[in-house]
């Protein structure tokens, strides 16, 4: 079910009604419910075969909350950088279900790594295992490791979150996989576990997927002819989310499960996976007052609390979300089109273009849907805008996961040098 619904008119987090809980924080602020979290969570381990590894791709949200509310409930978690790892571990995510990927790992990051005892790294080209091995060897350890093969299918999916195709710095090109496990066999920090593919996010078809992994299969049976032990397989994140009601929805994870189950079978291999905006994406919103509502020429401009900086999605890749007012409005009332944007100077500071809407005025609260991925994770405080809180919900109860920032702690970001102070 959905987690956020109008309750007496008035739209809830579960137990909790938006509106009272802005006149506690203020606007703008994030709200995640920990029920959807668990459900998304629930659904994606039901319809994987039994015995897989999820690993939350955290950079989706890395809210501590929220990586404790999954590690409560069992989840690995998909890294990509040394915070991300030192956030996974802080939340409680045992390392042994902890997967590292990304092009540009450092030293210092897989040492870290390495001392914790992760699961595995999925290494994107040769000089990053040659760096691994080293690393490796100096600590007297071996790296468990995946090479991320970049399958060349196109995700269909927008043009800045596509990474399975030649074009893109992601993974090692199918051409040069087979000689890079050769050389990798070699090297004796190295330990060969598994295959890794990742094609993209907000993927909305199945039939990328079956592509990438059946090419994927037919490697895998290449490497073990070569002598590799392959083990694992890592099938990477990406299952797309419905942001607006469509007759075309993402495909359900049961049948992604059972796809992969068809495609995988016999291979013996145990499977990962690394979803993010299907665990988050719908457990959070971003509500957001409205300032202004101002008459334009052409439009009309609901002039709103929350910008870019709060949640560029919109700005950055076109996405579209959804947008509703806190207070429900009533059946039959009128829906007059709005350009929703924030107070950030830039025209891309744009929510959503002649929007219908119910009628809405200064100091009114409206809800952004879907924003609970790639929402607060992407924030910055451009325009000298403080950093909007997270607040996590549970049944009736609610706390706050990341204080808003004040103007004395953007102010305190910066230092004065020496010929300036006097
Ligand atoms: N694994 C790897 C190696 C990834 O690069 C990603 C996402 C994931 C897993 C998780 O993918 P998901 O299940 O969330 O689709 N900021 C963009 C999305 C960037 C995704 C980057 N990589 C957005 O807001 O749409």
């Given at each position: 079910?959905?987690?956020?619904?109008?309750?007496d008119g008035?739209?809830?987090?579960?137990?909790?009604?938006?509106?009272?809980?802005a006149?506690?924080v203020?606007?703008?602020?994030?709200?995640?419910?920990?029920?959807?979290?668990?459900?998304?969570?629930?659904?994606?381990?039901?319809a994987?075969?039994?015995?897989?590894?999820?690993?939350?791709?955290?950079?989706?949200?890395?809210?501590?909350?929220?990586?404790k509310?999954?590690?409560q409930?069992?989840?690995?978690a998909?890294v990509?950088?040394?915070?991300e790892l030192?956030?996974?571990l802080?939340?409680?995510?045992p390392?042994?279900k902890?997967?590292?990927?990304?092009?540009g790992?450092?030293?210092?990051?897989?040492?870290?790594?390495?001392?914790?005892?992760i699961?595995?790294?999925?290494?994107?080209?040769?000089?990053?295992?040659?760096a691994?091995?080293?690393?490796?060897?100096s600590?007297?350890?071996?790296?468990?490791?995946?090479?991320?093969?970049?399958?060349?299918?196109d995700?269909?999916?927008?043009?800045?979150?596509?990474?399975?195709?030649?074009?893109?710095?992601?993974?090692?090109p199918f051409?040069?996989?087979?000689?890079?496990y050769?050389h990798?066999?070699?090297?004796?920090?190295i330990?060969?576990?598994?295959?890794d593919?990742?094609?993209?996010?907000?993927?909305?078809?199945?039939e990328?997927?079956e592509?990438?992994f059946?090419?994927?299969?037919?490697?895998?049976?290449?490497?073990?002819?070569?002598?590799?032990?392959i083990?694992?397989?890592d099938?990477?994140?990406?299952?797309?989310?419905?942001?607006?009601?469509?007759?075309?929805?993402?495909?359900d994870?049961?049948?992604?499960?059972a796809?992969?189950?068809?495609?995988t079978?016999?291979?013996?291999c145990t499977?990962?996976?690394?979803?993010?905006?299907?665990i988050?994406?719908?457990?959070?919103v971003l509500?957001?007052k409205?300032?202004?509502?101002?008459?334009?020429?052409a439009?009309?401009?609901?002039?709103?609390?929350?910008?870019?900086?709060?949640?560029?999605r919109?700005?950055?890749?076109?996405?579209?979300?959804?947008?509703?007012?806190v207070?429900?409005?009533?059946?039959g009332s009128?829906?007059p089109?709005?350009?929703?944007?924030g107070?950030?100077?830039?025209?891309?500071?744009?929510?959503a273009?002649?929007?219908?809407?119910?009628?809405?005025?200064?100091?009114?609260?409206?809800?952004?849907?879907?924003?609970?991925?790639?929402?607060?994770v992407?924030?910055?405080?451009y325009?000298a805008r403080?950093?909007?809180p997270?607040?996590?919900?549970?049944g009736?109860?609610?706390?706050?996961?990341?204080?808003r920032?004040?103007y004395?702690d953007?102010i305190?970001?910066?230092?004065i040098?020496d010929?300036?102070?006097?």
């Amino acid at each position: 079910m959905n987690h956020f619904q109008y309750k007496d008119g008035v739209l809830c987090a579960e137990g909790v009604r938006l509106d009272l809980l802005a006149e506690k924080v203020g606007t703008p602020f994030y709200c995640y419910s920990t029920a959807t979290f668990a459900r998304h969570y629930k659904v994606f381990v039901e319809a994987v075969p039994t015995g897989s590894l999820v690993a939350y791709a955290i950079k989706a949200n890395d809210n501590l909350a929220v990586l404790k509310t999954l590690a409560q409930l069992g989840a690995g978690a998909d890294v990509v950088s040394g915070g991300e790892l030192a956030k996974a571990l802080a939340a409680g995510i045992p390392a042994g279900k902890i997967v590292f990927s990304g092009v540009g790992k450092t030293k210092d990051e897989m040492r870290s790594a390495l001392e914790a005892g992760i699961y595995q790294f999925n290494v994107e080209s040769e000089p990053e295992l040659a760096a691994l091995d080293e690393v490796a060897r100096s600590l007297g350890k071996r790296a468990p490791v995946t090479l991320r093969v970049n399958p060349d299918v196109d995700a269909k999916t927008h043009a800045k979150i596509t990474t399975g195709t030649a074009e893109t710095k992601f993974g090692i090109p199918f051409s040069r996989a087979r000689e890079a496990y050769a050389h990798a066999a070699r090297m004796a920090g190295i330990e060969i576990v598994g295959v890794d593919v990742h094609i993209g996010s907000q993927i909305t078809e199945l039939e990328p997927f079956e592509t990438a992994f059946t090419r994927v299969r037919e490697f895998v049976g290449t490497l073990r002819g070569d002598g590799h032990n392959i083990t694992r397989l890592d099938l990477g994140g990406g299952l797309g989310v419905p942001y607006e009601n469509s007759n075309m929805p993402p495909p359900d994870p049961s049948v992604y499960g059972a796809m992969v189950a068809r495609v995988t079978k016999d291979l013996g291999c145990t499977l990962s996976f690394e979803p993010g905006r299907l665990i988050a994406a719908n457990a959070g919103v971003l509500v957001s007052k409205v300032i202004y509502v101002k008459k334009g020429e052409a439009k009309d401009f609901l002039i709103i609390d929350a910008g870019m900086n709060d949640l560029i999605r919109p700005a950055m890749y076109e996405a579209h979300h959804e947008i509703v007012a806190v207070t429900e409005p009533k059946v039959g009332s009128p829906r007059p089109r709005y350009d929703v944007v924030g107070p950030v100077c830039e025209t891309s500071d744009l929510f959503a273009s002649s929007r219908p809407l119910p009628e809405l005025k200064s100091g009114d609260l409206v809800a952004i849907l879907s924003a609970g991925a790639y929402g607060a994770v992407m924030a910055g405080d451009y325009n000298a805008r403080p950093r909007v809180p997270e607040v996590l919900v549970h049944g009736e109860q609610w706390g706050i996961v990341r204080p808003r920032e004040t103007y004395a702690d953007l102010i305190a970001k910066d230092r004065i040098p020496d010929w300036l102070s006097s």
